[in-house]
């Protein structure tokens, strides 16, 4: 206890700015950040009936597909609903196909719940489902079920995996390869573990593309100051939505293989592929088609999630990892490791099963799975097209285009009155697109995540936007945000 | 790549037990270690038709009611699976109270979705229901809903908490006090930040209460070698099952306000309280009751979780914690380092909801819903205290009472020829409670964690049991302890 100036006594708390740990304070996160917390605030204000120009908040800001009207899979939440009440198995109503892999998840849970935990790597069934799935994908390539690891999202595998990368201090301190623009669940988790971030920069002028003489240069610069050891790629692309190619990805490996960088590979948008001409390539088969030079001893970690894709079920956090040739004992760690969190949530494993093994051909439930899951992915694509095709038409806009996941990430162009304003504001995270993004906030209620958090070269400005939005709502927001930008350069120029 | 002995070449992994993270190393967490392991390894034996002294392993070595054949709450898996798939809404079989909890839970999700990621601290509507709840549980001492973290079941939370208390570095690097035996959890995640773990033992002599001059002692002397800066409390306790009284519960908190101490409340088992003249009290009122020198300022996170109790829904990974005290600018620091992991799983969210907002005397479930809670309740206490009695039937076996929680923590005196022989065997983790669970394990299907994976006095051993399987199979399981334990009394004597 001290006593204060003004005589009365108070007591300092425990924690605070000062004792905090200090790498929390270095985490930023912008999906969720300043902007989306004005978001709320105005969504309350407009509760509260107070007037805006506008009567809802549109939320571009986050992949989130279902709050933006996408539809769940029918025989998926079927499927889910028979797990969580199974008295519904006596039911005449669901379909046999459902009631059957309900049955099965089921007895693969403990007691025939999804209320038990399960082992802490994840149900052993649908581990074994989930290699079958993958094998698939890949033509082949074996898979074993004990390389997988389920998650509570792809997140949650992401920061297990930087988790065991990173140790050594000064000089030593673990470095890790990340894109810029990036997914800020990277820079965050390397904030938060202390590790080097290592920036490589998308080349956006080639569609975002990835150079392999950029991963030199920043890894020369970076063996200066730090060990880098781990490289992070998203394929497709978040924020920047590109697709990567064969050959790309087959110098990414030889890149990694000649540097002795632990691969770490997010494909959560791997069903997320629009353009003419692009097909997603899993890290792991090309690596196996690379040949044994390659495919016995580069190590890799790729990640997959129930949250994007065509199902879009972010909510029940489900997700894996395969990890190949992780050496045997640090997987002896690793299942240790995540032993401590118990067990991914049970729901989400269940899902993730009914995602692997979905109804086939001469199941009832097959035609509507198939029409549901053609028709969200052709939604999608064609919204892509629509975003970059309205964006371009924009005088200062400029986009690549949308080649899969979510998003796009067009290019700016501030005038010098605008910048120097949102610098005179003086805030620290008043960024000039940080600027652009909140008055486009404010005036129309549309909700982007500005450029700079998810890092841009410098002097460059963008934003995030996803396309999720209904069809008419897009087209309705596109506009809007074409009439404020032109009001916008009209107003600084 | 290197050239090895035999003239081929190989490549060193990146990633090995060199390089890896130490701090993992050190993560020890015994619920789930090498016993476990062992008894999958057995059950895969088993199926395989290997001969055993028994048919099937008894898993009483993990608190997970519904794999131990306790049955879910109806009517909160009438809730989830409406939420699941919201077509059951036109279903006339579901009760009206469960169909409108449904409703209500879809209409605060994004899009009406389980799907839709949450607000990272959780959905505001649960939040306020759970702070009525907590007042109701309370007494009606106030509680905000923006002190409500939702989480992915308690250990999530706890985890968090702690991250954002470990700072410096050497001498005033952050100890954290917690008791011994403790849940391990607590040292697993102190090992991982590299925090200073500082131990308080609990006195069995003393039905494992906890003694103020014993945290003072631990404090006086860890403040020798580190910046003692929090205290955890497990309440009931794990694995102790002790219920604390609010005598004790006073004298903590006036220890941790003179002493400067952050408080961890651990209150996962608040229901679960058998013992006459037992009552659980929360340190949330029990501070509030001390009045203002301590409401006001003792800072303090009180944990709860779907996974004990009467509900038992380990696999739904929902949780909360609620703060108080917490300085305001390390609260916008703790909501934006949860937001990097998204949300906690919705269905989870959904699930603690109806635990905090269950069926009302007017309401059709409310009758099933009642009687359900109190025959989990009632035969948990049963099993309680059979399993006291019977244990302490055996000469060489003594334990406390089970007052609440759902587990035994019995000391078994073992003759120093066992002792030997498991130093003997060398192995690191070869304690001689270990050699003991172990045999037992091997001769009887039985799998219990031996008490050095929780912390005790040195030179006495323990073991963790659950109380959890049904009545007649625990009965067969006291009696199988008690058969292997006179026989190796015998063999060792």
């Known amino acids: 206890f001290r006593t204060s100036s003004n005589g009365c ?40 009936g107070i007037k805006k120009p506008f009567t809802e908040v549109i939320r571009a800001n986050i992949g989130d597909c279902h709050a933006m009207g996408q539809k769940p899979i029918t025989f998926f939440r079927q499927v889910l609903a028979l797990c969580s009440y199974p008295d519904l198995l006596e039911d005449g109503k669901f379909p046999e196909d459902a009631k ?45 079920p004990d390389n997988i690891y389920l998650s509570t999202g792809a997140s949650d595998a992401i920061v297990t995996m930087l988790k065991l990368l990173v140790s050594g ?3 030593s301190r673990t470095g890790v390869m990340i894109s810029i623009p990036q997914y800020p669940l990277y820079s965050a988790t390397l904030a938060e573990l202390g590790a080097v971030q290592i920036s490589y920069y998308l080349d956006e002028d080639n569609c975002w593309s990835l150079d392999i003489s950029e991963l030199r240069r920043a890894l020369q610069e970076a063996k200066k100051h730090c060990s880098p050891r781990a490289l992070c790629i998203i394929n497709p692309g978040n924020p920047t939505g590109q697709v990567q190619s064969r050959q790309c990805i087959e110098g990414v490996i030889r890149f990694a293989a000649a540097e002795k ?16 001409g692009c097909k997603f390539h899993s890290f792991k088969k090309v690596l196996f088609e690379m040949g044994l030079e390659y495919s016995e001893k580069v190590e890799l970690a790729s990640f997959h999630s129930t949250s994007k894709c065509y199902m879009g079920e972010c909510g029940f956090r489900g997700g894996y990892m395969e990890v190949v040739n992780l050496d045997p004992e640090v997987k002896v760690q690793l299942t240790k490791l995540v032993s401590v969190r118990l067990c991914p949530p ?40 629509m975003t970059q095709e309205i964006l371009n038409q924009v005088p200062g806009i400029k986009c690549n285009p949308v080649q ?19 610098k005179l504001l003086g805030l620290k995270e008043q960024t000039p697109d940080m600027f652009y993004c909140m008055k486009l906030l404010e005036e129309t209620g549309i909700c982007l995540v500005p450029g700079s958090g998810f890092g841009q070269r410098d002097g460059t400005y963008h934003f995030r936007m996803t396309i999720l939005p209904p069809k008419e709502k897009l087209k309705i927001v596109l506009a809007k945000i074409k009439e404020f930008h032109q009001h916008f350069m009209a107003q600084y120029s």
């Not at 439930?365 to 892509?384: N, Q, V």
């Not at 996941?405 to 910048?419: E, S």
């Open 404 to 422: 899969g996941a979510m998003y796009t990430f067009p290019r700016i162009h501030l005038p010098p009155k605008a910048i120097l304003e949102a």
């Open 261 to 276: 960088l632990f691969l770490m590979a997010d494909e959560v948008y791997q069903d997320n592929v629009y353009a003419d």
């Open 346 to 385: 049970v729901p989400g494993q269940a899902l993730l099963d009914v995602v692997v093994n979905p109804p086939q051909p001469d199941e009832p439930s097959y035609d509507t799975f198939i029409k549901e899951r053609t028709d969200t992915l052709a939604t999608l694509a064609e919204k892509a097209n």
């Open 169 to 171: 201090e000064g000089m």
């Open 9 to 48: 006594e108070y007591r300092e708390r425990v924690l605070t700015m000062d004792t905090m740990n200090p790498n929390v304070k270095r985490v930023e996160y912008a999906v969720r950040g300043p902007i989306v917390q004005r978001a709320v605030q105005i969504e309350r204000e407009l509760k509260m």
């Open 100 to 144: 059957s892999r309900a049955r099965r998840i089921l007895q693969a849970c403990g007691g025939g719940s999804l209320g038990a935990y399960s082992t802490s790597q994840g149900i052993e069934m649908i581990r074994q489902d989930i290699a079958r799935y993958i094998e698939r994908r890949d033509g082949g390539i074996t898979c074993d």
